[in-house]
């Protein structure tokens, strides 16, 4: 039963090649999906191009869906799953500062190294940004700490959080995502076009 | 019209094809290694290699860098690093195939490069920044939290997206 290298069944020694083959298969989608280009992926924000929210909301819901299906087959089991800690403040504000830091830069950083892969320079500088960001970050440490460090849930999920099944939280996260899809397609046709 | 298709080089994949083959690979990568996707833990294993390489007295002595610092081993040993080599050969061989592989600057004709690679830069500072504090980016913290529901993640997307929505007013010459 899956995660199969947390329980043996794949050997560790596979981890770094199955992290270059993973991280291909990565950069090839996001890449093929458009990616690379910063005038798309800031279009969400324009409503001239909804690439970002169709892919990123298709990609979850078809995770969701297929982690906790498999789940139920017993093929793999959720609860070895890392789940990402919640820290509230620390998500709230990180979270603000990087949407800044996108409407600017027009890239987040797994976009930026498909920009770096195809040659743009915006792309490169931004990656620069990031490496000078997260400098900045870990000099100022112990100035940051307190918010860092703050508010800790816990590996919580929406499960624990809201106290209602699973199934439900996705079937409701599911026609979230098909009314924004319906919706950004309506914008779109209201938006004045933009060439890039 | 037809001609003009072939010659535009920005006709990428459908959204959702390409969402769903990304919500496949997601499952693939919880499947095999228990953990989601990543992009910024590469960046920040380099910029500790760097620290470390430079100056291994100061790098060891703050708290966040010395969190990942092991003794007789490389932090650019580490699985998001491969992950993000891998995401390099992808992304090439992707645009290789649609001739999109071109030494530029792409910015809106409204704006000039110098202001593009500014603002570009200012970005990913700030970028840097928020995802050190929120744990991850929007590949490591959102895409993959949501993928499992993790409550963090929800959070850091609403946060990415509603800022992004409230200050894009104001960045609206540099796209549009």
């Given at each position: 039963m899956g995660p199969l290298i947390p329980n043996g069944i794949i050997s560790s020694d596979w981890n770094y090649i199955i992290a270059i083959l993973i991280g291909f298969a990565f950069g090839y989608i996001l890449e093929a999906s458009g990616f690379s280009s910063s005038r798309k992926l800031a279009g969400v924000f324009y409503g001239y191009d909804f690439a970002v929210l169709k892919v990123f909301f298709t990609s979850a819901v078809v995770a969701v869906i297929g982690l906790y299906y498999m789940d139920y087959l017993n093929w793999i089991d959720i609860s070895q799953l890392y789940v990402h800690p919640t820290y509230v403040w620390a998500a709230i504000i990180g979270g603000m500062i990087m949407g800044v830091g996108f409407l600017a830069g027009g890239f987040c950083p797994g976009t930026s190294l498909c920009a770096v892969a195809i040659g743009k320079i915006d792309g490169m500088v931004f990656t620069l940004g990031l490496m000078i960001g997260i400098f900045i970050f870990s000099e100022f440490f112990n100035s940051l700490e307190p918010l860092f460090e703050r508010s800790n849930l816990g590996h919580i999920t929406l499960v624990d959080s809201l106290n209602i099944s699973p199934y439900w939280i996705i079937f409701i996260f599911t026609i979230i995502a098909l009314v924004a899809f319906y919706f950004s397609d309506w914008v779109r046709s209201k938006v004045k076009k933009v060439f890039y | 019209m037809k001609k003009k298709k072939q010659q535009n080089r920005h006709v990428y994949w459908n959204p959702y094809f390409g969402g769903f083959l990304l919500g496949l690979l997601i499952i693939l990568t919880f499947y095999l290694t228990g953990r989601g996707l990543g992009a910024s833990g590469a960046l920040k294993s380099g910029v500790v290699t760097i620290v470390d390489t430079v100056a291994p007295t100061h790098a060891e002595n703050n708290a966040y860098y010395s969190k990942f610092i092991k003794e007789g081993e490389s932090p650019m040993n580490n699985w998001l690093v491969f992950e993000a080599i891998g995401v390099l050969f992808g992304a090439f061989l992707s645009g290789a195939f649609t001739g999109r592989i071109k030494l530029r600057v792409q910015h809106s004709p409204k704006i000039t490069s110098k202001r593009r690679l500014i603002f570009a830069l200012i970005g990913g500072i700030l970028f840097g920044v928020g995802a050190q504090i929120a744990r991850?980016?929007?590949?490591?913290?959102?895409l993959s939290g949501m993928a499992v529901l993790a409550t963090g993640g929800f959070i850091t997307m609403l946060a990415i997206f509603g800022t992004g929505y409230l200050v894009a007013y104001f960045f609206r010459k540099n796209w549009i």
């Open positions: - | 991850g980016c929007t590949s490591g913290a959102a």
